[in-house]
């Protein structure tokens, strides 16, 4: 069934404005926080409850569909026929543990694998950038227009940060030759920088729930998304995604495979 994506940005954002709601009452308390994979990788109390009730959302309004939540995995649906869900219920987590800020909610909205909408919640400030193929992006309710095509030297990139401290990829190479290196800890502030033409583009290590909702809302923006080796993302696995407008996306591929040297058009010998 065929969804209508400007009636399922509006729900969306209404789930998003009662679960914030949530989470800053749950702010009040001490959390709850454990680890997952490492030290690093947190878990909280705040996290499972949203992911709960926005599950409990979906399920109420579209029972049919298919969800892949961040936060337990009892839910999850691997295959993506139909309506599927993608849910990351507290995008930075160590940001929420240890400033309350830089945070975000990210739900990303696919049919049989292609984008119908994407919504990213900055907590804090109380603002949603959404949008989709079919409908255009907004961010606090304000149309984002598309981005201008730079070159990555004109414009600032998002990292990863053991990512770039190890120069895995040349990623750290990559970041040099940009006009300077950010890092947020949140996948969906990243994507939010992008969306505004504040950054160039975004290189990480990527969960499919990471990723879902900001490739949603900009590729029609005119940002190009792929794996290291210019592979389509697959939203079936994690693995490193290279988010950025054309110019910058190619440069930074280069980079990747020519072990860190930007590589430079030779003139045309027209004799």
Do not use: C
């Given at each position: ?87 990351d219920p507290i995008d930075g987590t160590m940001n929420f543990v ?65 990512m770039t401290i190890k120069n895995r990829l040349h990623l750290g ?99």
């Amino acid at each position: 069934m065929t969804q209508d994506p400007e009636m399922l940005r509006q729900t969306i954002i209404s789930w998003f404005a009662a679960s914030r709601k949530q989470i800053l009452t749950a702010m009040a308390a001490p959390l709850d926080v454990a680890t997952k994979s490492n030290r690093n990788d947190l878990v909280t109390n705040v996290d499972k409850a949203n992911q709960q009730f926005l599950i409990g959302k979906i399920r109420e309004a579209y029972p049919e569909a298919g969800i892949i939540g961040e936060e337990g995995h009892e839910h999850d649906d691997t295959d993506l026929a139909g309506l599927v869900f993608f849910v990351d219920p507290i995008d930075g987590t160590m940001n929420f543990v240890k400033q309350q800020a830089h945070f975000a909610i990210m739900i990303g909205v696919y049919q049989d694998g292609e984008p119908v909408v994407g919504a990213i919640m900055d907590v804090m400030r109380n603002e949603v950038l959404s949008g989709g193929p079919m409908i255009p992006v907004t961010h606090a309710g304000q149309q984002v227009k598309v981005l201008p095509d730079l070159p990555l030297k004109d414009g600032l990139l998002g990292v990863n940060g053991p990512m770039t401290i190890k120069n895995r990829l040349h990623l750290g190479d990559i970041a040099l030759t940009s006009s300077g290196a950010r890092m947020s800890g949140s996948a969906g502030m990243e994507f939010i920088e992008i969306a505004l033409g504040r950054q160039i583009g975004y290189v990480s290590y990527l969960q499919p729930w990471d990723v879902a909702a900001g490739m949603a809302i900009t590729k029609g923006l005119g940002v190009v998304f792929s794996r290291e080796d210019g592979a389509p993302i697959n939203l079936q696995q994690p693995g490193v995604v290279v988010a950025a407008t054309p110019k910058a996306h190619q440069t930074i591929l280069t980079m990747m495979a020519d072990g860190g040297k930007e590589a430079y058009a030779k003139p045309i010998d027209k004799s």
